[in-house]
Each structure stands twice: as C-alpha cells, then as structure tokens.
C-alpha cells in the first residue's frame, strides 16, 4: 500500500518559518520526482517546488528564495523548508510523487494546513 504521509504544517506569523515533511512508503522512492504542491481557498492547486532523483530542484517564481526542496532518499521523505513566509503562502500543501516511468504510477498525499497569519 502506496502512502504519503505529510506533517509539519501549522499556524505561524509573517516572516516565521515552517519545515513540511512527507514521508514516503510503498514506492520505489528513488524513481520519482517528488514535488509540493500547495491550494488556497478558491484558487487551482499549483506547484510549489520539486526534486528530481537526482536532486535538481524546481520553484514556483514565488516562493524562490524563500523555500527550500530536499529529499532523502534513505529515509523515503522529502522536505521543503519555507522561510519569510507570507500570508499568501496561506494554503493546503500536498506532496506528489510523479514516477520517471509509465509503468508506474503517481501519488498525492493528504495535504497539511499552513496558516500565516499574525
């Protein structure tokens, strides 16, 4: 049984900082891209940053600089480290795991809040 398990969000103030986690199980972890994802009230779900098996990363223009992809791939988890963070950054974050290959299949997690709110 695939999973994706995501912890670390939570309630912070602007220009605080949280670390999300995502821990994988039932997958090959090291074939897939994992990625964050994040969806605000009334808005589409957009990409957040990604890490390839081969750890190159990928940001959305709006948090560059500010967050901070990472993956283990001994431990099956991925991380993003958000800094500066801002109320717009408000939202469900959810990891993905997008496989390299066809023969496999991709994943989201249940997502985890994040509040920015002073």
């Known amino acids: 049984q695939v999973q994706l398990v995501e912890s670390g969000g939570g309630l912070v103030q602007p220009g605080g900082s949280l670390r999300l986690s995502c821990a994988a199980s039932?997958?090959?972890?090291?074939?897939?891209?994992m990625g964050w994802y994040r969806q605000a009230p009334g808005k589409q779900r957009e990409l957040v940053a990604a890490?390839?098996?081969?750890?190159?990363?990928n940001y959305a223009d709006s948090v560059k600089g500010r967050f901070t992809i990472s993956r283990d791939n001994a431990k099956k988890t991925v991380y993003v480290q958000m800094n500066s963070l801002k109320p717009e950054d408000t939202a469900v974050y959810f990891c993905?795991?997008?496989?390299?290959?066809?023969?496999?299949?991709?994943?989201w997690g249940q997502g985890t809040q994040v509040t920015v709110s002073s």
């Open positions: 890490v390839t098996s081969s750890h190159t990363t």
């Open positions: 993905n795991a997008e496989p390299s290959s066809r023969r496999y299949s991709s994943y």
């Open positions: 039932g997958i090959i972890f090291s074939i897939y891209t």
